[in-house]
């Protein structure tokens, strides 16, 4: 069984920054994929970025230049870096976790959301 445990949110004015953190354990062979998505009120869940196991990234456009996600070397925890965050990043950030198990089963498992909300 994999827990991913998120924590890192808050309210933060505009301009401000956040660092959000993703701590995955359990029965964890290997670890592939690990990524950040988001869901505003209303709206659907968006990728905002994710890493791979071989490092390769990828950001949505809206946030390149601002917001930077980094591993450890086991990539057993993400953290995701957000700086110059503006009203519109406002939203639930759930941590998205895929990979293998002990037993050598894929996984793919969500964290429980952690709230970012951004005062203008």
């Known amino acids: 069984q994999v827990q991913l445990v998120e924590s890192g949110g808050g309210l933060v004015q505009a301009g401000g920054s956040l660092r959000l953190s993703c701590a995955a354990s359990?029965?964890?062979?290997?670890?592939?994929?690990m990524g950040w998505y988001r869901q505003a009120l209303g709206k659907q869940r968006e990728l905002v970025v994710a890493?791979?196991?071989?490092?390769?990234?990828n950001y949505t456009d809206s946030v390149k230049g601002r917001f930077t996600i980094s591993r450890d070397s086991a990539m057993n925890t993400v953290y995701l870096q957000m700086n110059s965050l503006k009203p519109e990043d406002t939203a639930v950030y759930y941590c998205?976790?895929?990979?293998?198990?002990?037993?050598?089963?894929?996984?793919?498992?969500w964290g429980q959301g952690t709230q970012v909300t951004v005062s203008s």
């Open positions: 359990g029965s964890i062979f290997r670890i592939t994929f």
């Open positions: 998205n976790c895929q990979g293998l198990t002990g037993t050598g089963l894929p996984f793919n498992h």
């Open positions: 890493i791979t196991s071989g490092g390769l990234t």
